[in-house]
T-cell receptor, first 115, second 114 residues
């Protein structure tokens, strides 16, 4: 069964450094998402992306965050100047369409640790 | 953000019995509700969904019930198996302007004892 893959599985970065989290969505999917889960808290929506542009972003997704689909297969999340509070599990998801009939499929996540 | 609530952090059942996981929501504008299962060190895996215009959806051992007047949904697993032991997340989907956003509950850890 096709799956969403994320790399790296664990990223350790010094505060203030830039980090890029990578995702390869399922190949026929058109909608892409990033979520994050801070330890002990809920999974939170960050951003949705369709047709090479951001469809919606949350309050968390401020100017230090950006997303890009640099080629036909990758979908990346960049955090420009990391803060301690960015430490979390980051999940990429993709779907064929927007709506529960075509559910979002998640990768196994990247654990980001900011020192 | 308290739009989706799972009030039971954990649930323990015997193998072969029914597991009932509950979820409450506050926003009437949600279009779909979904259940995801999550094992440690893995991402959430889609289990079953229900449209906001339905009241029941069944898929094998899994049935989701939606009570719109009570803003409540539940996931029934019968019979429960040890492999069902995982964290179960309730999620609500809102579609706006062609974009979808999932709002998650905190999860319920289900343990199925052999």
């Amino acid at each position: 069964e096709p799956e969403v893959t994320q790399t790296p599985s664990h990223q350790v970065t010094q505060m203030g450094q830039e980090v890029i989290l990578r995702c390869v969505p399922i190949s026929n999917h058109l909608y892409f998402y990033w979520y994050r889960q801070i330890l002990g808290q809920k999974v939170e929506f960050l951003v949705s992306f369709y047709n090479n542009e951001i469809s919606e972003k949350s309050e968390i997704f401020d100017d230090q965050f950006s997303v890009e689909r640099p080629d036909g297969s990758n979908f990346t999340l960049k955090i420009r100047s990391t803060k301690l509070e960015d430490s979390a599990m980051y999940f990429c998801a993709s779907s064929e369409a927007a709506g529960g009939r075509q559910p979002q499929h998640f990768g196994d996540g990247t654990r980001l640790s900011i020192l | 953000d308290q739009q989706v609530k799972q009030n039971s952090p954990s649930l323990s059942v015997q193998e072969g019995r029914i597991s009932i996981l509950n979820c409450d929501y506050t926003n009437s504008m949600f279009d779909y509700f979904l259940w995801y299962k999550k094992y440690p060190a893995e991402g959430p895996t889609f289990l079953i969904s229900i449209s906001s215009i339905k009241d029941k959806n069944e898929d094998g051992r899994f049935t989701v019930f939606l009570n719109k007047s009570a803003k409540h949904l539940s996931l029934h697993i019968v019979p429960s198996q040890p492999g069902d032991s995982a964290v179960y997340f309730c999620a609500a989907s809102r579609i706006q302007g062609g974009s979808e956003k999932l709002v998650f509950g905190k999860g319920t850890k289900l343990t199925v004892n052999p």
